[in-house]
Every structure is written in C-alpha cells, then in structure tokens.
C-alpha cells in the first residue's frame, strides 16, 4: 500500500494562492542568509558555493500531481543536515516527516529549498502527446528546469546528488552534459544514501500531501458530492481503487485530480463509463491504407487516366467506331497537321512519347485517342 498522507497542519501557505492545482506551478524559498554578503546591498554574490539535492514525491500514483523538490545547504554545513535526522521520506512516519518539514524550515539561514508541482492535467497532456513524452521525459525535464532556476538565483553550486529516473550512469552524462563544471552524482536509493537529497525528498512529499489535503475540485459542484477519501492515490491502495470505482461518472470519467494516462484509469473507464466514437475516429477507420504508399502525382495519373478513358467511351457509343474506318471526315478525328502545325498531311499517326512502344503510321484517318488507349491496353498486357 503506498504512504501514509500526512495531517494538514503544516505551514504551507505558499501553496494556498494555487488551488485549485490545474496548471504546475514552481515555489523557491529564499536564499539562506550564511549564503548572503551583508555588507553587500545592491547585488548578491553568495559568500559559499552550495550542495544541492533532487528528489520527488508522487511519481506512482493515479491521482494527485507529482512534486519534485532540491534542498541545498553550504558546503560547510553538510554534516550538521545529517544530525537533523532527516532520511528517506517513505520509511517515515507522516508525524516525523511533518516535523522535520518544520526544522527545515526554521533553520532557514542555511538551508534553503525549492518545489515544482506537476500537476495530474498537465501529467495526462505530456503522457497522452502524439509524439512519445514519457513519466521519465517529464522527471528530467523538471528536474533539469529546477537546476535552472537555482542558478537564476545566481547561487554557486559545487555538487548536485540527484536520486535516479532510469539508468543512473546515462542520467548523470546527460546531466553532466547541460551543467558542466558542476559534480553531479545520479544514484539510487540516494535518498537514503545522500542527507540533502533526504531533506528534498522529505520536501516534495510533505508538499503533496498538503495539496492532496486541501484539495479543491475545479469542476463546479463535484465537490460537494465527492469526497476526498481517497487514500494515498496509489493504484495498490484499496481505499484508492474503491474512491475510483465509487466516483467514476459514466458520461465524464473522473475529475481533473486524477490522471488519465495511467492505465489503471484507461481500464476503468473501459469497464464503467459509456463508449464514445468520435466522428475522426470513424473517418480514420474506413480510408484505404494503401493511399499512404502512393508516390506522388499517382492519384492525379490515376484521375487524368480514368477522364480519358470516359470520353474515349463516350466516342466509340456515339460513333460506334470500333474497327471500322471514318468514310468522311469526322468532328472528332484529329489530323498530324493540328497536332504539329507544320505537316500538310492528315494522317492519324500518334507521335510516341518517351518510353512508349510505338505504333506503325496508317492512312487510316482513325481517332489518336482511341490508338493510343488501344496500345496501352497492349502494352500493359
């Protein structure tokens, strides 16, 4: 079953002015003031260079969004983080993440952090791209722009301990690649391995928790018919399942707090919500796949061909033609001299064209178009 939520009563005020979470949104605290040069009023230059954790909360379940979150310290203070007792977020109580939340917070004159919520509408839109957006693409895409954003704030980061999405090694290179000049340790378990990667954890999970907590609908109305029983949103949690089962319309599906790319919610709506067709799905369905292997200009040949033949048609009906010669001349019959200009002589000889086989001259004054349909006729047998 997943984590244990914690209680609401943690000081997250910050996050207050974001509810309803629809968009993802990005919060930095401020600078720890052991960083800040006080003699200096007019520019910031920080006094040490700083080591900085990543870590998320919320990667596996089905609803809520998904929080990552750094903490960083000075790099003389490393070993005092560890005596705080901070440690990985999911093998603590919901009490002692809670409390050690508070400690981070109130030594602020060294440590400071940072959160970017991604939130369960924008989670659905990456993963449901046409173009292939992985959970993994949008995890180094976030954590790639929270680096960013510390060193907008012009912090001087010596060491960065990120715990692993994916194969650490090739992590680490693609980080190392866009920030060099920094150390940068992809690891797993380094939460638990790492103490400022802990506290970013603990971060990131006490964050989502409060969200999950003061949770508001923004659909009008779904709040005051649905409750927000819904567990730790994790697909193994039972109170989780039975929430979605219970609250799961047949004609809308589920409001914005759950993700709809996850396939434990593809499988339910299959089971409980009516099918729609859509009317390009219908379109999409009855074209013939093999107009996508035509080369180009085949299906003007193909048109220009099949307008030649239905005059052709319309002639031998109307002058019935066929096999038998014209004893006067004819509205139809088009002589060498219309053709060229230049010749004085009215024979019906069809000038053959580049690759074609070519036809012996006749006096007959026979219609060119119907030759020429009679020895394409040949040429493809």
Same mark, same amino acid.
């Given at each position: 079953m997943g984590e244990e939520l914690s209680s609401p009563s943690v000081d997250l005020g910050h996050i207050t002015e974001h509810l309803p979470v629809i968009q993802s949104f990005s919060h930095y605290s401020e600078i720890p003031s052991l960083l800040i040069d006080s003699s200096q009023t007019s520019d910031f230059n920080p006094l040490e260079s700083v080591c900085l954790g990543v870590d998320e909360a919320g990667r596996g379940p089905v609803l809520g969004p998904m929080v990552y979150a750094y903490s960083y310290i000075p790099m003389s203070r490393k070993n005092d983080l560890?005596? #705080?007792?901070?440690?990985?977020?999911?093998?603590?109580k919901a009490s002692e993440r809670e409390n050690l939340f508070k400690s981070i917070l109130?030594?602020?004159?060294?440590?400071?952090?940072?959160?970017?919520v991604c939130s369960p509408r924008d989670i659905s839109e990456c993963m449901l791209r046409r173009s292939k957006f992985s959970l993994n693409d949008l995890a180094h895409e976030t954590t790639i722009n929270l680096i960013k $954003?510390? #060193?907008?704030?012009?912090?001087?980061?010596?060491?960065?301990?990120?715990?692993?999405?994916?194969?650490?090694?090739?992590?680490?290179?693609?980080?190392? $690649?866009?920030?060099?000049?920094?150390?940068?340790?992809?690891?797993?378990?380094?939460?638990?391995?790492?103490?400022?990667?802990s506290a970013a954890s603990i971060c990131a999970k006490v964050t989502r928790d409060a969200i999950l907590n003061q949770w508001q609908f923004c659909e009008k109305g779904v709040g005051e018919i649905i409750n927000r029983d819904f567990g730790s949103g994790y697909p193994s949690d039972p109170n989780t399942t039975s929430w979605l089962k219970k609250n799961c319309d047949n004609i809308f599906g589920f409001p914005q707090l759950i993700r709809f790319s996850w396939s434990t919610t593809e499988k339910l709506l299959e089971k409980l919500a009516i099918p729609v067709k859509w009317p390009s799905d219908v379109e999409k369905s009855t074209q013939d796949i093999r107009i996508f292997f035509q080369k180009t200009g085949t299906s003007q040949k193909k048109r220009t061909t099949s307008t030649a033949s239905c005059s052709v048609s319309k002639?031998?009906?109307?002058?019935?033609?066929?096999?038998?010669?014209?004893?006067?001349?004819?509205?139809?019959?088009?002589?060498?001299?219309?053709?060229?200009?230049?010749?004085?002589?009215?024979?019906?000889?069809?000038?053959?064209?580049? $690759?074609?086989?070519?036809?012996?001259?006749?006096?007959?004054?026979?219609?060119?178009?119907?030759?020429? #349909?009679?020895?394409?006729?040949?040429?493809? #047998?």
């Open positions: 560890k005596n #705080l007792g901070v440690d990985d977020s999911k093998i603590l109130n030594n602020k004159d060294w440590i400071g952090w940072a959160f970017h $954003g510390a #060193l907008n704030q012009r912090l001087t980061i010596s060491e960065i301990y990120i715990d692993t999405v994916g194969p650490p090694l090739k992590y680490q290179e693609k980080l190392q $690649g866009i920030f060099p000049g920094i150390k940068i340790t992809v690891a797993k378990k380094a939460d638990s391995l790492y103490p400022v990667v002639r031998l009906r109307s002058s019935n033609m066929i096999d038998q010669e014209e004893d006067g001349d004819s509205e139809d019959a088009i002589s060498e001299e219309e053709i060229d200009g230049n010749s004085s002589r009215s024979t019906s000889v069809i000038k053959p064209r580049p $690759g074609q086989v070519t036809c012996i001259p006749s006096t007959e004054k026979r219609d060119p178009i119907i030759a020429d #349909l009679k020895l394409q006729h040949v040429t493809s #047998l």
